[in-house]
């Protein structure tokens, strides 16, 4: 009865006015900063620059590629995988890659959510001098290091997160450096990499024009 | 029969709504509830601080507690080298009543050196499903049904240092055993929440689903939380004033089950990579956002989001994941 009651009087008080749902536009897209390139970007002012890496989101589907691969069949190479391909799940900065395990950034409702997922991180380093670049690297399934597009260290099919130290000679000078990860296998995950020596300076990508 | 005549009343109210077009059907009515009185900036942030709390350890510590209250095949376990399970409908002779079932696990793997330049990494987690009540004589001392698990991560370098804590809990949660007859949330929690949280070098937050609390009121009014929401905190890579600028949305319902949702900035967008992001009023990095009320936009509010950051957030003790299971049932 109370509840009749407190309709009653709220419509009353409404007075059959013309109060209604209102719809709020949603906001428009920004442009992405990276339309048109690879995520590269160009090399930042070394001057005034921020330690970060432009990192893309994507989802994995239960049956893409490479995704719980059986024991007797092989990953295809890198640039054979479609993960980092087409429209990422969201970017975001990252300023550092040190996520270890249970780490589930992508979860869009896709069977299997949030277990399968890959990341492009992209970011420029420069060497002050000749320098041996000190990686602490460890993932599972997959990490890849690419500095100007070669492949300079990677963990790939690992059944546990075991991070190591992996040493990468440098010339003095800048570099594109990108980071590709993808989790293709079972419940567990794990992804870090850290820079633990060498003369370097890592900065986030200019997208300005 | 009152109720029915008033709902038929309240019917023959909305047909009868004169429009401006005629033949047009009536325009949709909603009744809102009056906010006046309500500081929404005061209740957003305490569901948040509620929320993050709300997290695998009060399971966990009540599922400790219980375990202390064993006695030899009351309840019966079955143990393995990486679980144990307890399950059965007994009562000890010190009126502990078990029934059900409860199944879990917990492993710590330490590797490497803190002083290296590899560091040392510490991976924790531990997971508990099941439906059991443990009951001392008239008092609930611990219930859970569903499932949950959670882990921590810690790596360390010389200078260095970088941890993070996930949570997921999808489970009704009670007892004093888990939540004191004293604390916030005595009836306990039914959640369907993933959470994570980290510090060190850089700090995240993330939450994402439900927390309602049966028989408890949040701010004097609400009992339930829905939630996506994300903020960076100190060491991102964000515009100052961006930082701990909340993405996402948060809810919150009253006990007459109205929704009261707070709209932040959109979080799969792009506004942390450009300065400025060409997108205001959304855009405009100042903790605010806008309320509304059974989808009307209602008000814009404004909630002090830093104070997550000052510390009150913390991993668990990597202890709690190490302690064998023999140990636990003091065998």
Redesign the interface.
Known sequence: ?R???V??V???G?G???????R?PP???????TQGDDGTGNPPNWADC???W?GQYYNLRADDVGVELPDDEELPALDELPYWDGTP????????L???????PV?SGFVADPSYFAVRWTAWIRALDDTSL?I?L?ARDDVWVLIDGDVVASVVGAQE?????VSVPLDGGQYSIEVRYSHRTGDED?M?F?V??GEVVLC?PD?GE | M??R???A??IV??V???SDGGDEPP??????PDISGIDFPAAMAQALELTFSADLRAAWTGHGASLELTRSGCPDFWVTDEDAEWRDHCTTFAGIAWNGEAAWSNALVV??DPE????V?T?G?RSLDGAAQVDDGPELLFGFSGTGDD?L???E?PG?L?W?Y?SRVDARVRGTAAYPADGPTPGGMLLGL?L?YSGG??SELFA?GDVHLPGGVLAGRFDSVSLDVTLDGP????PDECVTEPRGWISLRDTDAVWYDLILQ?????????DP???EP??LCEGCG?LYVR???SAQVCVDFASLFDGRLQPPDPGGYVLPIREQLGQ
């Open positions: 009865m509840l009749a009651a309709l009653i709220g419509l009353l409404a059959c006015s013309d109060l209604t749902f209102r709020t906001p428009p897209v920004a442009e992405p900063p921020e330690t970060a432009l799940s969201f970017q975001q900065l990252d300023t550092s040190d996520f270890g395990a249970a780490w589930w979860d000190e602490a460890g997160f075991a991070p190591e130290l794990g870090l850290r633990a020596g986030e997208f | 009152a109720l005549a008033g709902i009343g309240c109210l909305l009868g709504c004169p325009t949709p009515t909603v009744v809102l590797d490497g290296s330049a590899l560091g990494t991976v987690a882990s991560y810690v790596s370098a260095y970088q993070r996930a993933d994570s070098a850089t994402r060491g991102a890579a964000l959109p979080r799969f967008t792009d506004d942390a990579t450009v992001y060409p997108n959304y855009s806008t989808g009307v936009e």
